[in-house]
């Protein structure tokens, strides 16, 4: 189906064209009919799938043909870049329609401009917790809402933005359509859509295939202890003109942005613990090229839209399959290519990674980290190609008298050349203290080392990765503190130092871990007990890599009773 061929108003294909939209996306084949026959949807989809003109192009087209009133359509975003984003899509679509109005009321701005936008919009885009000051305040009613739509539903609830959305849907007027679009679907989005949604149709696209597929994807395997090396070799080896580093906490940013940073990198840190205004700074800084490398958070990082980014390097491996699409989608946009670097430290992070593989039906290829010879061996070709260029080019011509005159006092040309390559080739200051990376064999178990009880496993959804970047955060060990990670179904063993496991039992007393009160405590079993039970699951299947497998299928499975589109 074609654009042309969805009824839309002339202004809007206008538009649609002037873009450079030539064809619509899986989802927005799927998405636009629906949406403007006013049937509630359920859009799983990925980033860089046109999900904003899936709904952005019905919505501006309902708007044009309606009487006029104001607050019909709200759109309900996690974060204010993602606002800002569809906002800017949004008038885009409706550059030819005089008529329609939007605003766009988030954190960061003053409330008075906003209540201004509000009085005469049609469509207001938004974050929950400023669209629940707007209600608290009376500046923005809901009475006239015809449409609500839940963009990146999965992350407003893992930025605890659930009562806001339930506070909102209750008070909006109960006949109305609601669209929900979403990466992922947990068991909490799946229990909006039965309380707020009318036998919605579902439209699920490709899990991000075909976002991928000019990007080229690597993964390293390297001690965790040897991972700040390796993130450094590779950005000295590639020099990518601008890069994202993601990692999986916001403790993460800021030590990396700091070690970076003091090694001559220019990088700059991006998380949820920053203000607005710091935020607005960083992105300017990061799009203007003052920083060439932005480390961030999965969450913080939703919205930014940058083009040119040649690199993602996946400090940390996301915990779901679905960040990691988002991730690596942020390079290789608008027909270009790009390319990912994953840091995988020991046998499950190896395994999340072969675990993308199939969920992407995609190839992670292994890769060696470059060496300090291959990095010296890089530059001075580089070196090499540019002053033959500048040869070529008669460049440095003003300098010719005053390599003369060195003549004249018995220096040699040649000897002045050697000198001059030697001062401004120089040695690399990035990696002064860096060493090479080596293949290391998994250290045997200390016996000075305990084994620490965690009363969650597998069938709560947590991996190793995500356990080493919770306590990290939690109570400011190093990562180098915490030993093997052995998940089994329904509980966990950790290995580090008494000392340390007597730490986390006491600051992660009652901890909150994916929903539930979890609880540490020194494992009775011995060290021989527990690897034995390890190596037995590894042996029949059972455990992390079989609950892997069940959650794999099920990601790929339908709800019963609801309708799917090009499900691929």
Known sequence: MQFSEMNLLPEILRAVEEIGFTEPTDIQSGAIPLFLQGKDMIGRSSTGTGKTAAFGIPIVQMVAQSDGEKGQVLILSPTRELAMQ?????????????????AT??????????????????????????????????TLTLNNLKTVILDEADEMLNMGFLEDIQTILTEAPEVRQTVLFSATMPSAIMSITKQFQTHPEMIAVDKGQKTVDNISQFYYSVPQVAKNDALKLLLEYHRPKRSLIFCNTKKMVDELCSLLNDSGFKSIGLHGDLKQSQRNQVMRDFKSGRNSILIATDVAARGIDVEDVEAVFNYDIPQENEYYIHRIGRTGRAGKTGASYTLAAGRAQLMKVHTLERFMGAKIEEASVPKLEDIRARRLEKFSSDIKQLVDENGGYEWVKFVEELEKDGYNPKDIATVLCAKLFGKDKKLAAVKNIRKIEIASSNPDRVWLNLDI??????????????????TGLPSKAIGKIYIFSDYTNIEMTPENANLVIRKMANYNMKQRIVHFTIASKSREQICERKLKEKKYGAGQGHARQRSYNSQRGAKPGYKHYNDK
Do not use: W
């Open 86 to 102: 569809t906002s800017d899509e949004v008038h885009k679509f409706s550059k030819y329609l005089q008529k329609v109005n939007i």
């Open 457 to 474: 496993g597998v069938t709560g959804k947590i991996d190793a990765n995500f356990l080493l970047g919770v306590i990290v955060e939690a």
């Open 105 to 138: 009321v988030c954190g960061g701005q003053p409330m008075d401009g906003q209540i201004r936008q509000l009085r005469g919009a049609q469509i207001i885009i938004g974050t929950p917790g400023r669209i629940m000051d707007h209600m608290r305040r009376r």
